[in-house]
């Protein structure tokens, strides 16, 4: 189990956001219904709080090990960034316990949301990851389009190429 859990979290797949055979694509995050999850303070939050920023959606888990390696590259882009309009959103599918736990000793600068446990794995198909492969992160423009999409760690290189010229925009 174990084993199959790491080939499942650590499996990448980068793809820009596109249109599905057989019907109609949603390219904008604001057309999808609405993301409304409590963070870990019990406070709900709507996605569409965060609109006109660039957002990196990131579905994660304590569990996943490729989680928790990209997680403090996202710290440091968000304290360099955020100034110039990102805002990076962690959607926990685990325990709250073990959310809070992490984001304590970790110091996450980023909201941390918790997806409802019945919820989680239709949360990730809405999203685009039918799989339900972790960690999986979706770049939304400010005007809401799905810009991209991946499945796994999401890199420097990445954040630079696909998330950097949209803080210029």
Not at 116 to 138: A, R
């Amino acid at each position: 189990m174990i084993a199959l859990t790491f080939i499942v979290c650590s499996f990448s797949n980068l793809s820009h956001a596109a249109p599905s055979k057989g019907k109609q694509a949603i390219s904008n995050a604001w057309e999808l219904p609405p993301l409304i999850l409590n963070d870990l303070n019990g406070q709900q939050h709507n996605l569409y709080e965060w609109h006109g920023k660039v957002i990196m959606l990131n579905f994660w888990a304590t569990w996943c090990g490729p989680c928790l390696i990209e997680i403090p590259d996202f710290i440091d882009f968000q304290t360099r960034y955020s100034e110039q309009g990102l805002q990076i959103i962690g959607i926990g599918l685990d325990e709250e316990r073990k959310l809070r736990n992490f984001v304590r000793t970790t110091g996450v600068n980023y909201p941390i949301l918790q997806a409802d446990p019945e919820l989680q794995y239709s949360l990730l198909k809405q999203w685009g990851n039918p799989f339900g492969i972790l960690p999986f992160t979706v770049v939304i423009a400010k005007d809401g389009h799905l810009v991209f999409m991946q499945q796994g760690i999401l890199s420097q290189e990445t954040f630079d190429t696909i998330v950097k010229p949209l803080l210029q925009q």
